[in-house]
């Protein structure tokens, strides 16, 4: 079992960055397929990254594509995401999520994820 604890999240103003973490304890973070979701208020939950446990194999909305990294360090056991050009329809509780088992066709649903954290609030002004 692996819990997840994200940080990062502020208020910001559009144009600029953010990096959010996701730090993870437990057994085996690096078998983990690691996902960054959002959910923005009164929308359902978006994927918005992943990376699969080996690192090589990324994966993104295409809103965020080109704007976006999702990076792992597996020696912190930790997951981030770093958010360039940040716009108002980026803001979200973004969350991340993890899986030992989740096959790609499934890689941008929620509910093939098991583990999740807390959330971190992003706010981004006009």
């Known amino acids: 079992q692996v819990q997840l604890v994200e940080s990062g999240g502020e208020l910001v103003q559009a144009g600029n960055s953010l990096r959010l973490s996701c730090a993870a304890s437990?057994?085996?973070?690096?078998?983990?397929?690691m996902a960054w979701f959002r959910q923005a208020p009164g929308k359902e939950r978006e994927f918005v990254a992943a990376?699969?446990?080996?690192?090589?194999?990324?994966y993104y909305t295409d809103p965020v594509k080109g704007r976006f990294t999702i990076s792992r360090d597996n020696a912190k056991n930790t997951v981030y995401l770093q958010m360039n050009s940040l716009k108002p329809e980026d803001s979200a509780v973004y969350s991340c999520?993890?899986?030992?088992?989740?096959?790609?066709?499934?890689?941008?649903?929620?509910?093939?994820?098991?583990?999740w954290g807390q959330g971190t609030q992003v706010t981004v002004s006009s």
């Open positions: 437990g057994p085996s973070f690096r078998s983990y397929t």
């Open positions: 999520a993890a899986s030992r088992t989740v096959i790609l066709s499934e890689i941008r649903n929620h509910l093939a994820y098991g583990y």
């Open positions: 990376m699969r446990s080996n690192g090589g194999y990324t």
